[in-house]
C-alpha cells in the first residue's frame, strides 16, 4: 500500500531553519505530484507547497515564498521542504501528499497523505 512518512520536524527559535523529508513507498513516485500542506487546531489543512513529477515548476503559498523551498529526488522517492527564516506562525503539522492531478496546489486532488510531523516555532 502507498506509505507517505514525514521526518525532520521539531522545535525551532524564530529565524531559525529546518529541513522537512518525505519517504514514498507503494506507488511510481515520478508519477505523482507532491505537496506539502500543513493544519492547526481548529483550522483547515493549508497548501504550502507543491511540485510537478520532474522536479519542475514547484508552487508556494504566498505566506512562505521566498522562505521555502520544495524538492525532490525520483532516485530515493523523496519530496523535501526546506524552511528557513521560520516564523511562529509556520507552527503547525506538516503533511506531505501525493497527486497524479494536474491542479496540484488544490488540496482537495490530493488522494495519499503522510502522517504529519509537528513543526514549532518559537518566538
Known amino acids: 500500500q502507498v506509505q507517505l512518512v514525514e521526518s525532520g520536524g521539531g522545535l525551532v527559535q524564530a529565524g531559525g531553519s529546518l529541513r522537512l523529508s518525505c519517504a514514498a513507498s507503494g506507488l511510481t513516485f515520478n508519477t505523482y505530484f507532491m505537496g506539502w500542506f500543513r493544519q492547526t487546531p481548529g483550522k483547515e489543512r493549508d497548501f504550502v507547497a507543491a511540485i510537478a513529477r520532474n522536479g519542475g515548476n514547484p508552487l508556494y503559498a504566498d505566506s512562505v515564498k521566498g522562505r521555502f523551498t520544495i524538492s525532490r529526488d525520483n532516485a530515493k522517492n523523496t519530496v523535501y521542504l526546506e524552511m528557513n527564516r521560520l516564523k511562529p506562525e509556520d507552527t503547525a503539522v506538516y503533511y506531505c501528499?501525493?497527486?497524479?492531478?494536474?491542479?496540484?496546489?488544490?488540496?482537495?486532488?490530493?488522494?495519499?497523505w503522510g502522517q504529519g510531523t509537528q513543526v514549532t516555532v518559537s518566538s
Open positions: 501528499a501525493a497527486t497524479r492531478d494536474y491542479a496540484y496546489n488544490e488540496r482537495r486532488n490530493y488522494g495519499y
